[in-house]
């Protein structure tokens, strides 16, 4: 069963930091593009940061510098690491996972695209 299970999110204080875990299950993410997105209340979903295939990376203009996303193949496990996170980080994240031969950034999944996980929550207040 092919299967993405998000982990690691949490209440947590402004300026605060945290890391997700994407574990891919039923399948390895050498070939696919991996992508975090997030869901505020009352928000689109949208697309916080990408890893391809090849390491290439992208972020939303909204986390760059402060989140970081990152493979680890031996785990078959993508991680986001996210730091000095502030009340508007607030969602539910989820991964995606879209499979690709190309390492181009445009390989990143969009919305709907591939597989996903149930997401994990993030709440980021004092």
């Known amino acids: 069963q092919l299967q993405l299970v998000e982990s690691g999110g949490d209440l947590v204080q402004p300026g605060g930091s945290l890391r997700l875990s994407c574990a891919a299950s039923?399948?390895?993410?050498?070939?696919?593009?991996v992508g975090w997105f997030r869901q505020a209340p009352g928000k689109e979903r949208e697309r916080v940061s990408c890893?391809?295939?090849?390491?290439?990376?992208n972020y939303a203009d909204s986390v760059k510098g402060r989140f970081t996303i990152s493979r680890d193949a031996a785990k078959n496990t993508v991680y986001l690491y996210m730091n000095s996170l502030q009340p508007e980080d607030t969602g539910h994240y989820f991964c995606?996972?879209?499979?690709?031969?190309?390492?181009?950034?445009?390989?990143?999944?969009?919305?709907?695209?591939?597989?996903w996980g149930q997401g994990t929550q993030v709440t980021v207040s004092s």
């Open positions: 995606a996972a879209r499979f690709t031969l190309s390492a181009r950034t445009t390989s990143c999944p969009r919305n709907g695209d591939g597989y």
């Open positions: 039923g399948f390895t993410l050498d070939n696919y593009a």
């Open positions: 890893s391809t295939r090849t390491g290439l990376t």
